[in-house]
């Protein structure tokens, strides 16, 4: 083969297979590392043949063991449960829950074995691993394990304590493989490996019976045991031609990528030696690495990329021309979306755009789908149901809110009845504060939409329920989807079938057919299957299912994975996340059979698959001209960020090859100016319509809480209190912390109404509360948790089960030391009892402030936890069901309160003592002053100390996570700015100007504080 750089590979090998084989094309196989180099292969071959004739059969290495093994490979659940049905026999004990895992293990290893070792070799090997050594060595040097093998451990050997526990599983474990094999080629069925292996057994028959002359084996590097066996057999009897892809330097004694090559150079290789060339330093080749902060970076750089190679007419026109023109590699397949969204808009002209001329080889795993979600989520639905009453069932409310809020279901927005059906069924369930969410209730909420019946029905304990919903709901969902393809984006030329959408259900449904077929002979066979099992089992298939993309196979821009690039040939190449761990992949872990067995008989290991990496690594650069790979460098947080070992090697290699040929450049990449806005905090303009809305919101009432809100974060103000923007309202299963406080409160308020023996209504009447009245309230057993059950009812709180059962005893803990604190301030005081002149009262004043020369009315109101009177002063109180920080209760000067968010809580006393002076001494508040008459009343009557509001009135704080250190009050003596002598009124008109101030200021922008 002549050593062309504009000649991809497999062309190569098409010109020479017509050139040496023209005559019988009929009676060739070509065998290629994958069938997408198969579609290459034939599409090269068909530019090389001068005239039309009848291609060579092309297969890749599965296809053709399959061919001549004359078995059919059977799917994993079939497997599956034969082996089962098989080991069962040996371990009476052992469920089909129980060897989920270990099966899978045990058909991974079996493939393995048949994949590498003979029937002999596999004898001897069992052999070794019953001798005790081995597995006592095993035992204590198993290292790490997955997930899957810790499971199988846990399970199978938790009652295996002895030795001879240990021998009965390998010699079951060896008898299992060799009866496993014989039973299913009497069935015709095989798994890998087993078709391998028996490909390799009757070759010459087959090979013979098939008529075949030669098989051409191209562009292989790792090969099994058996398929090296097979080509080398071929090759002993003239039937076998192999085309190798290597470069010089792979021969080197060390060098990863050339680990399978120079063993084959002793073999089947032998018969071509000019498959050794350079092709590293004899072509120009621009090679780049990318350093970038985030996974995100990555997919906006590759658009870019791509923009920047085709940025000019030319550059297009050669791009559709060119067969082989460029790829994107992903060892990550999960920055498959990311990538997708994020590839420009370029126009080819005559209505051709990137899209069309772009082909995804690697698929998306349907495990990544939102149908695979939402799966998952119909299954923790069901596992939660509970009974109620009767025969009914009811649906947590969280899962019914995941389904109800799952994409598919948003899809139907479009449609008027959808929409109000599922806002109904969601508010519902919040208004109602519904914890279980009967089934018959959402579908009569649901109108008994088929998607609702599909979805919120009982399966009891039986698969055959399960499956009949899903296949049921595939329906429903194809029906929506017809109905609906603008909302998901489905074109007017495409078809639901032809959509990404439509592939989900088709490979959906698709794997329900199997299992219904497969399932009932092995229920009949085995007993009844758990939901449990037939979960494991639908989940692990959609698992190792992949979604194709429908496109042109064929195309210039390929975006794939490592593997498939194999014996293919790219211009231009990107490989994105070149990290380590994801090139090469990480390590794979060993499962049952240890690693010293694998290598003693000859088995792979994580080194041989990754010497197999390698090679399809390094082969990339032979006729690559433009080569870039992206890593994510160490701002991307994690454990993510170092440079693939692959990378790092190719740096140095490249910097010591004495050539003028190679460009490589080294550098970071940035965000655009554009996307690093997008990282910046958000800020907004005062203009005049915002500023009249705060404006309208100063005079309509501004609380202390607003006040602390626009300080700490002016967004969050002009939302909430400005917009009166909103989050949604959730159902509370565990009381948050705001419920809580909630609760204190109410039990707080109604507590002392009803030590004065008011209703818990009575808002109007003042009253006295004496030592007495709390000693009665903490021997009563029963007061303290009444009040407690009550008022969890008034907020619709389950304290039955749970947390909330600890958050019950913890809110009595709280009232009895909170009652006894009472105690003490009335031990303290002169009158020896507290006057409460309201609860929960809402008291406000209003005046003006003066902004560049206009007078902004500000009413200050706020909702008062307490208002009383002790020994003639009148006080504020306010509860607070968390702690504090004692520095944040005092200040130097005041306009500390102006940029400091942590003194919110001076602020809040600062505003409320305002409040109550200005209403205390305001004759024209006529609410708050018939407030304090029927208190001066009620305090005359009782002999206490009248009023005097020349005391000041004073404010503080109960918190109650320190209610021990009992009400916590401020000194508020300090000067604002420069201010010395100004009396507490000014001080705070003064503080409140310059906060409305800061609110209105049009040269200051308002910020999101993050």
Same mark, same amino acid.
């Given at each position: 083969?002549?050593q062309?750089?504009n000649?991809?590979?497999?062309k ?12 019988q ?10 069938r ?54 040996k ?56 997930e899957m ?20 599983? =390998? ?27 028996e490909a390799y ?17 191209a ?32 021969f ?22 000019? #498959? ?71 126009? #080819?002209g005559e209505?051709k ?12 795993? #349907? ?31 969280k ?30 369930i ?26 919120f029905?009982? =399966? ?13 709901l ?81 195309a210039?821009?390929?975006i ?81 960020g ?26 970071? =990449? ?40 626009f300080?700490?974060?002016?967004l ?44 818990d ?23 303290i ?8 009812k ?45 609860l ?6 209003t ?45 130097k ?65 109960y918190? #109650? ?50």
């Amino acid at each position: 083969m002549s050593q062309d750089y504009n000649l991809p590979f497999l062309k190569s090998v098409a010109q020479r297979i017509y050139a040496e084989h023209q005559q019988q094309l009929t009676k060739i196989i070509v065998v290629l590392p994958s069938r997408r180099a198969g579609m290459y292969f034939k599409q090269y071959f068909g530019e090389v043949i001068p005239h039309t004739t009848i291609a060579p059969a092309v297969l890749s290495m599965e296809g053709f063991a399959e061919r001549l093994s004359n078995l059919v490979k059977a799917d994993g659940v079939t497997l599956l449960f034969k082996l089962f049905s098989l080991y069962r026999k040996k371990d009476k004990t052992i469920t089909i829950e129980k060897f989920g895992a270990l099966g899978k293990s045990l058909l991974r290893e079996f493939n393995m074995i048949d994949n590498n070792l003979t029937e002999e070799q596999a004898e001897k090997m069992f052999e070794h691993l019953k001798e005790t050594k081995a597995i006592e060595h095993w035992a204590e040097s198993l290292g790490e394990e997955d997930e899957m093998i810790e499971k199988v451990k846990k399970e199978l050997f938790a009652k295996k304590e002895t030795m001879a526990d240990f021998l009965e599983f =390998w010699e079951n474990l060896s008898s299992t493989y060799f009866e496993f094999k014989d039973e299913l080629k009497k069935e015709g069925f095989a798994y890998g490996g087993l078709a391998f292996r028996e490909a390799y057994n009757h070759l010459e028959d087959r090979i013979d019976y098939l008529g075949i002359k030669k098989v051409i084996f191209a562009g292989f590097s790792q090969m099994s045991g058996v398929e090296q066996a097979i080509v080398q057999k071929l090759t002993d009897i003239g039937k076998a031609q192999t085309f190798f892809d290597a470069d010089k330097q792979y021969f080197s004694k060390y060098h990863e990528a050339g680990h399978y090559l120079r063993r084959y150079t002793e073999g089947f290789a032998k018969q071509h030696i000019d #498959f050794q060339k350079d092709w590293w330093s004899t072509h120009p080749k621009q090679v780049e690495i990318k350093a970038i902060s985030n996974v995100v970076g990555q997919a906006k750089y590759a658009g870019e990329w791509l923009q920047s190679l085709l940025d000019t007419p030319e550059k297009r026109a050669e791009f559709q021309k060119t067969l082989n023109h460029t790829a994107i590699l992903l060892p990550d397949e999960a920055l498959l979306p990311a990538l997708l969204r994020s590839l420009p808009e370029i126009d #080819f002209g005559e209505d051709k755009s990137l899209a069309q001329m772009t082909n995804i080889t690697m698929g998306m795993p #349907f495990f990544k789908t939102p149908l695979f979600d939402l799966l998952r989520t119909i299954f923790q639905l069901q596992e939660r149901m509970k009974p109620s009453e009767g025969s009914e069932r009811s649906a947590y409310f969280k899962d019914v809110q995941n389904v109800l809020r799952h994409p598919y279901f948003q899809y139907t927005s479009s449609l008027k009845e959808f929409e109000e059906i599922s806002t109904t069924i969601l508010d519902e369930i919040v208004k109602q504060k519904m914890v279980w969410v009967p089934l018959e209730k959402i579908n009569d909420w649901g109108d008994k939409h088929p998607i609702y019946k599909a979805v919120f029905q009982y =399966w009891g304990n039986d698969y055959r329920n399960a499956l009949s919903s899903f296949v049921e709901l595939i329906k429903v969902l194809a029906e929506i989807l017809k109905a609906n393809p603008d909302t998901l984006g489905i074109s007017s030329s495409e078809s639901l079938e032809e959509s990404f959408e439509g592939e989900l259900l088709i490979q959906f449904y698709k794997v329900i057919r199997r299992l219904q077929d497969t399932l009932p002979q092995f229920a009949q066979e085995n007993g009844q299957l758990s939901i449990s099992v037939f979960k494991s089992l639908l989940l692990e298939l959609l698992r190792s299912s992949n979604v194709p993309f429908t496109g042109v196979p064929i195309a210039p821009l390929q975006i794939m994975g490592m593997l498939e690039s194999r014996a293919l040939d790219f211009k231009n190449i990107l490989i994105l996340s070149c990290n380590e761990g994801n090139l090469p992949i990480k390590k794979a872990v060993e499962a049952i059979i240890p690693f010293d067995t694998r290598v003693q008989y000859g088995m792979p290991t994580y080194m041989d698959n990754e010497a197999a990496f390698a090679y399809t690594f390094y082969r990339l650069f032979h006729r690559a001209e433009n080569l870039v790979f992206a890593y994510l460098d160490g701002n991307a947080g994690g454990d993510i960020g170092e440079m693939s070992r692959l990378v790092l090697q190719v740096k140095e290699e490249l910097a010591e090859i004495p050539s003028n040929q190679i460009t490589l450049k080294s550098d970071v =990449w940035l965000l655009s100016k554009a996307d690093k806005a997008m990282a910046l905090p958000v800020t907004i303009e005062k203009e005049e319509v915002l500023q009249k809305r705060i404006k309208e919101r100063l005079a309509g009432g501004v609380s202390p809480s607003a006040l602390n809100s626009f300080i700490r974060n002016p967004l969050t103000f002009i939302d909430e209190k400005v917009l009166k923007l909103k989050e949604e309202e959730e159902v509370e299963e565990d009381l948050d912390n705001r419920t809580f406080g909630n609760l204190i409160h109410l039990a707080c308020e109604w507590g002392l109404r009803r030590m004065a023996g008011l209703s818990d209504t009575d808002t109007e009447t003042p009253f006295v509360l004496r030592k007495e009245h709390f000693e009665q309230a903490i021997a009563d057993k029963t007061f303290i948790l009444k009040l407690i059950q009550d008022t969890a009812k008034e907020e619709g709180a389950d304290l039955s089960r749970g947390q909330n059962l600890l958050l019950k005893a913890v809110a009595q803990n709280l009232l009895e030391r909170f009652f006894k604190k009472q105690i003490e301030e009335i031990e303290k005081s002169n009158d020896k009892a507290i006057t409460i002149v309201g609860l929960e009262k809402f008291v406000d004043h209003t005046f003006e402030v003066e902004v560049e020369g206009e007078k902004i009315p500000v009413k200050l109101s706020g909702m008062a936890d307490r208002i009383d009177v002790i020994d003639g002063q009148l006080r504020v109180v306010d509860y607070k069901s968390g702690g504090y920080n004692p520095a944040d209760l005092g200040v130097k000067n005041w306009t500390e309160l102006l940029e400091d968010e942590h003194k919110g809580k001076f602020l809040q006393l600062v505003v409320y003592s305002y409040l109550l002076t200005k209403a205390g001494l305001d004759a024209s508040n006529k609410r708050f002053q018939g407030k304090l008459n029927k208190a001066g009343k009620v305090i005359q009557k009782e002999n206490l100390t009248n009023i005097d509001l020349g005391k000041g009135v004073a404010s503080g704080f109960y918190f #109650f996570r320190k209610i021990n250190e009992g009400l916590k009050t401020c000194k508020v003596d300090q000067p604002i700015g420069d201010d010395q002598d100004l009396d507490f009124l000014e001080k705070t008109e003064k503080l409140i100007e310059e906060i409305v101030k800061m609110m209105l200021d049009t040269e200051k922008l308002l910020e999101d504080v993050i």
